[in-house]
């Protein structure tokens, strides 16, 4: 019998493209979603999830249910016998994490509290994280190895995340017998090669690569770009981008790796290699064939100039590495964003 894993925020957009991987894995995911950034589909699953559905052929069990249901979490636990937990609901824009902290601290942190407790009391003890190398603060040294001090984050969303980590390595810390996986992404872009699943944002998207396609498509009109005087090649921010399809077959290998009783393990899933916002400009103007105006705006607060990872460790231990380069990231989200020009919420702009 297939092991069901119960997937947090499963509807968004990481966690639907881990939905794929589960189930061709041969897993059969259980998704809980609250709808904070996904939008609903028939049937009062996400759209994405319906989507998955048409491609795979399958269905897909989902309840919707916000972490902060300590009741219905424990209801969902007594249902189900899962084998492990993907946990990547939580809010993630930097900026807003900046503005409104006690939002952000009360729902991924008391989130993730209630997870954890409703994993112990029904004797799930295995458990994918889905953390961020914003843990890693303002970098040392580059590339990023997973031995880089971690906790001088530079804006709230990265003290959550960094804390979550906390919480869980104290977890299995105190009780043998508990897994744990934590996975630090760097910058997850692309979609699925179908083209009928990918990144939607609610709203202004708060990350590069969603509203550069949004501008090419003709949703935005500009691009501002952060601060141009980095100390980087071209003065803008350099980041580490991987292909989302790349970052869900690693928690794949990360499920398999908690399957060896591994107590609690720290990767950084990224390619290696630094891009910065003009060269990912130039590369979605190659995808697209469309020009992608941009103007220069001041630096943001919270902002670094460069991130970029050494993924060695995960190549070593999880038998993983992306595959996938910078002109397939582009073409998939491309082919994701000129097939679906507002998104999933079907021709309403949103």
């Known amino acids: 019998m297939a092991q069901k894993v119960l997937v ?25 979603d609250n709808f904070s950034n996904a939008i609903r589909g028939e049937g009062g699953s996400p759209e994405s999830l319906c989507r998955i559905e048409r ?6 069990e989902f309840r919707e249910l916000d972490l902060l249901d300590r009741a219905g979490l424990d209801a969902i636990f007594k249902e189900h016998q899962f084998s492990a937990v993907m946990h990547f609901a939580g809010l993630k824009a930097v900026g807003e994490s900046v503005q409104k902290p006690l939002k952000y601290y009360r729902v991924n942190l008391t989130g993730t509290i209630n997870l954890l407790e409703a994993m112990h009391a029904h004797g799930v003890l295995n458990i994918v994280f889905s953390s961020s190398a914003t843990v890693y603060g303002d970098p040392q040294r580059l590339p ?18 960094y804390f979550i980590e906390e919480m869980i390595q104290d977890q299995c810390r105190a009780e043998k017998g508990w897994n744990a996986v934590l996975l630090r992404y760097f910058n997850p872009i692309g979609a699925h090669q179908s083209g009928q699943i990918g990144e939607d944002p609610q709203g202004i998207p708060n990350n590069l690569l969603p509203f550069v396609a949004q501008v090419a498509i003709g949703r935005r009109e500009h691009l501002n770009v ?8 071209d003065g803008t921010g350099v980041r580490d981008y991987i292909h989302v399809v790349d970052l869900a077959k690693g928690h794949i290998a990360a499920v398999k790796k908690l399957q060896q009783k591994c107590g609690c393990k720290v990767y950084n899933l990224g390619t290696g290699t630094g891009y910065s916002v003009l060269e990912m400009v130039k590369a979605m103007e190659k995808a697209s064939g469309k020009e992608i105006r941009y103007q220069i705006a001041p630096r943001r607060e919270g902002d670094i100039a460069s991130c970029y990872a050494d ?8 038998g993983w590495r992306a595959s996938f380069g910078l002109d397939k990231m582009c073409e998939d989200l491309w082919r994701w964003q000129s097939q679906n020009p507002t998104g999933f919420s079907k021709g309403v702009e949103s």
């Open 144 to 161: 990023i190895d997973e031995d880089h001090p971690a906790g001088g984050c530079t804006n709230p969303y990265g003290k959550t995340k």
């Open 226 to 233: 952060f601060g141009k005087d980095y100390g980087t090649p």
């Open 55 to 60: 491609i795979l052929h399958t269905r897909i």
């Open 311 to 318: 993924p060695s460790l995960a190549e070593k231990e999880l």
């Open 8 to 32: 947090t925020g499963g509807g968004g957009y990481i966690g639907s493209h881990c939905v794929v991987e589960l189930i061709q894995a041969g897993y059969t995911p259980v998704v809980i």
